[in-house]
């Protein structure tokens, strides 16, 4: 199942309001009972469907998957050359400049495909490299109870994976969660799950290592990092069998076919 959408998405003025232009969205179904809806998302240049193919094989029956795909843009680290990306970003790492827009709408984006579950399933955001960073930054937007430009957000996630990624805005993250005792608390609960390849040469491990040091200061206590030696930037049965298992146990999953 697929579709595409546009998300209208303003970030101070009025007058600057952009639409961007999402691409296919593929749903993967549970094939068992329905208890987990996560949204999955891409890396710089990929999209929805090839990682739709993965999530299908994995033994996690009672998990429905929403892989979308990202706007087509011009990119800074590309010299401007449009590519499907959640946002702008020209450095891959948790120091890079932030394109506070394209992370706000594509947090929207994600916040709005989870706003139509049932109210008793449980929602997830995980994603791959740039994907990643915006699974985090969700994360973040959702303990501090709205975006970077004030919109409150407004959907409860109960977990959220990042693979080969980073965390955008991480030096201001800390000061970010302090002004607020109630976001101070949701950090401590919220479950993350970090994953990085020590010879990741597209994002290098020491912002995976960064980020995950970043999010541990400023309070988020429940958060797993794990690495794999060998691994570069690219994903191996025995991650995902590591990401399988965090989610059954932190998404509380039967496990059981129908």
């Known amino acids: 199942m697929s579709s595409g959408s546009s998300s209208n ?13 999402y691409g296919r ?4 179904k549970p094939k068992g009972k329905h208890q987990a809806t ?53 450095d891959l790492s948790e120091d890079a400049p932030a394109d506070l827009e394209g992370l706000d709408s594509s947090a929207a984006h994600v916040a709005n495909l989870l706003s139509t579950e049932p ?7 995980g994603g791959f490299s740039m994907g990643a960073a915006i699974s985090l930054y969700s994360a973040t937007c959702c303990v501090h109870g709205k975006y970077s430009n004030g919109d409150p957000y407004l959907v409860d996630i109960s977990a959220a994976v990042g693979l080969s990624g980073w965390l955008p805005c991480a030096k201001d993250l800390q000061n970010k969660l302090r002004v607020s005792q109630e976001a101070v ?17 597209v994002v290098i491990y020491k912002h995976g290592e960064k980020s995950a040091q970043a999010l541990e200061a400023s309070g988020f206590s429940n958060m797993t990092f794990k690495s ?31």
């Open 9 to 21: 998405f303003s970030s101070g003025s009025r007058a600057q309001r952009r639409t961007f232009e």
């Open 25 to 28: 969205t593929h749903v993967v």
């Open 38 to 90: 996560i949204v999955w998302l891409h890396g710089l240049g990929d999209n929805g469907s090839s990682w739709s193919q993965l999530l299908e094989m994995l033994p996690l029956p009672n998990i429905k998957w929403i892989c979308p795909t990202a706007p087509t843009r011009p990119i800074a680290l590309f010299g401007g050359f449009p590519s499907t990306a959640w946002f702008d970003v020209g």
């Open 119 to 125: 109210a008793e399933i449980k929602l997830g955001v």
């Open 185 to 201: 608390k949701r950090a401590q609960t919220m479950p993350l799950l970090l994953c990085h390849g020590k010879v990741d040469d």
């Open 228 to 258: 794999y030696k060998g691994l570069g930037h690219y994903t191996i049965p025995e991650e995902m069998e590591d990401v399988c298992r965090w989610l059954s146990v932190n998404l509380g999953l039967e496990g059981t076919r129908s």
